[in-house]
């Protein structure tokens, strides 16, 4: 089933869909939106089953190609649902699953699916109560003008004896069917020994209502100390009612907040195109749902085109924008054999791509998944709040019902009623839903503020360790370095061309599987040079390689191979030394027996790995180098960064572990960066492990955040999201903790002796309202932060 865009309706002001009309037509209809549009102008047609369609953008074309039956016919289109068999979960409590939709046995919140789609509708929790909000909302204006302003005013909309009836018709309304959810929830709550704040607001609005439809519907039962001037029995429906809409509000405001907080997964899943243009084996083109790709198919890259799954490009070249994977805004050159990832978007180029990677494969949806898992994952400082409010609300029950009989023996006249609004005022006031969603809310911001900066957070605990880390080991290839041998430099003898030695060698290079050899031929190739025939190849075992290529004998390796053809290498040596000193591999070069040249294959440094290091070391973190290299490429590369307290080479997957384990013994708070199967060990044992997005699919398995720029920096930015999600919480908790803190003894009524101060439960519930509006406001000023 496919959904209507809904913001596109709400663009165009409409929702209907109609068949297109022919092109002769003045104008027709947008089958998606339902915009009039003219087929001669527009430039977006379509063809289904014969017929031509017309489209008032690319937008809603490219919705209705991926799926035609989905807005043809006059049916209406019903709100989409979880897929048969979905696991459901609750927000903040992600142990409760369930098979379909719920409520939470604990806090009594709706449940939600827990695979992500893009194709979910509005939140219908929060449809259904936005519906109770206004209806209560509208029955609770008309409650307070007879029941408070009426008074306030020395004014008598209705006669005091038809006061309680009339404001009994406007409550039952608000009580019993926009406050149903609550009373449900809190009777759950009751049944299954799970007290949370509906538990308090349904004992608290259903005391105030049930005592005020005594004393209306028999008042006689009451003795004569409850009643007021005039004889009248009080009643507390105002309080009821305002109680219940208040709550409404509070609700209808955290359920927009949640639904913020998934935009991050939404923008996410938005980056994929709906359709691809696959090409057939003769050459044409015809353009097929996203869903019915599948790995081994060529599909066109036209410009400006989003790449619709993982692939290598096969033809053509063209720049890439992969911000959305890096954070990086300069485009990357892509030619024939690089890879692409879905969801990035094709430059000015036109490419050909083979698929590789399709549907919950691809990188776009693997980022989706872990953004969607660590949104539900509990941070430990969570369980802070959880064993709090385990004896919270019982306390609360307790200090409401002490506040009721004080009250009710030592308080002013009417003794009964001060002491029935202060228990309510205390039951509502103190409700823990501020303090339920201190930590869930900030997890769920920071990480989706993560993704969008290249920083994938595989579950909350990361987070939180990842602020306490005091040393940080890194892998040297692939993190500090490129991981990609490069031609770093090329030098010629006297008598010999340099672009000439270098087409020879990258000539013979093509037939070796050497891992420095496609750095030669990449940089040959990257020069427009022409590479020539290659005959008699062969392999020289710990020596190098010969062949001869366009009648000329080429010989490449190190200094034996040239002695044993019987070149001199001592004048090239003396040229290696220098590049051997910055860990450079030198190969020398000999055409038709006499020394030609050099060539210097390195993996290089990251271009920003120096200021990364110095923002890391500056961030009070202790910074060492662990890898598999020789010594000499070890110390050459620390020089070239900088600002390593430590640099360990020659290293075994193993040994890393090893040392890992070692500074934690040591009592340092240890994170691992590493993108090889080789770090997998010890990402796993770090504290926190944090895997290049450049690396292995072991290596992202095994760490806690997943860093897809691939670089130091990202690093930086991980450690200012979990610094500030951290602090985020602590403010969230602080908060709930002062406003209950504070809120209850003023609900209890210790003002009233020394001021005459007393909180109605109507300001009770709107203090509730705004305890929790509070901390979802403060966390979503995550998504502002810097990184």
Known sequence: MTTVDHAAHKKHDCCSTKKGASPSAASVTDPVCGMTVDPATTAHHASHEGNEYHFCSAGCRTKFVANPAGYLGDAPRPEPQAAPGAIWTCPMHPEIRQVGAGTCPLCGMALEPEEPSLDDGPNPELVDFTRRF?????????????????????????????????????????????????????????????????????????????????????????????????????????????????????????????????????????????????????????????????????????????????????EGRSSVDESMLTGEPVP????IDDPVTGGTVNGTGSMVMEARAVGADTMLARIVRMVADAQRSRAPIQA???????????????????????????????????????????????????????????????????????????????????????????????????????????????????????????????????????????AARERGLTLGKVENFESQTGLGVSASVGGRIVVIGNAPQLVRIGADPAELETLAEPHRTTGAGVMLVAIDGRPAGLLAVADPVRANAQQAIAELRAAGLRVIMLTGDNQATADAVARQVGGLDDVRAGLKPEDKARIVGELKAAGGKVAMAGDGINDAPALAAADVGLAMGTGTDVAIESAGMTLTRGDLTAIVRARRLAEATMRNIRQNLFFSFLFNGVGVPIAAGVLYPPFGILMSPMFAGAAMALSSFTVVANALRLNRVKL
Request: hydrophobic residues 55%.
């Open 384 to 522: 802070v709040a959880d064993r709090i409010s385990g004896w919270f609300v019982p306390l609360v029950v307790a200090i409401a019902l002490a506040a009721f009989v004080v009250w009710n023996f030592v308080g002013p006249e009417p003794r009964f009623g001060h002491a029935l609004l202060n228990a309510i005022a205390v039951l509502i006031i103190a409700c823990p839903c501020a303090l339920g969603l201190a930590t869930p809310m900030s997890i769920m911001v920071g990480t989706g503020r993560g993704a969008h900066a290249g920083v994938l957070v595989k579950n909350a605990e990361a987070l939180q360790a990842f602020e306490k880390v005091d040393t940080l080991v890194i892998d040297k290839t692939g993190t500090i370095t490129v991981g990609k041998p490069k031609l770093i430099a090329s030098q010629a003898l006297p008598g010999f061309d340099e672009d000439e030695m270098l087409a020879l060698a990258a000539a013979v290079e093509m037939q070796s599987e050497h891992p420095l050899a496609h750095a030669v031929v990449t």
């Open 134 to 314: 206004w209806v209560a909302g509208v029955l609770t204006v008309p409650l307070l003008i007879v029941s408070m302003v009426a008074e306030m005013l020395g004014m008598d909309f209705v006669s005091p004896a038809a006061s309680p009836w009339v404001q009994l018709a406007l409550t039952a309304p608000i009580v019993l069917w926009a406050g149903k959810p609550f009373f449900e929830r809190g009777w759950t709550s009751i049944r299954t020994r799970h007290l949370n704040m509906f538990t308090l607001i349904a004992i608290g609005v259903g005391a105030a209502f049930l005592y005020s439809l005594v004393a209306t519907l028999a008042p006689g039962l009451f003795p004569p100390t409850f009643r007021m001037h005039g004889g009248m029995v009080p009643v507390y429906y105002e309080a009821a009612g305002v109680v219940v809409t208040l709550v409404l509000l509070g609700q209808v405001l955290e359920l927009r907040a949640r639904a913020a907080t998934g935009r991050a997964i939404r923008a996410l899943m938005d980056l994929a195109p709906k359709t691809a243009r696959r090409v057939a084996d003769d050459g044409s083109e015809e353009e097929i749902s996203l869903a019915d790709v599948a790995a081994g198919n060529r599909l066109r890259i036209r410009p400006g085109d989003a790449i619709p799954v993982d692939g290598i490009v096969t």
């Open 332 to 335: 990357v050159q892509k030619t």
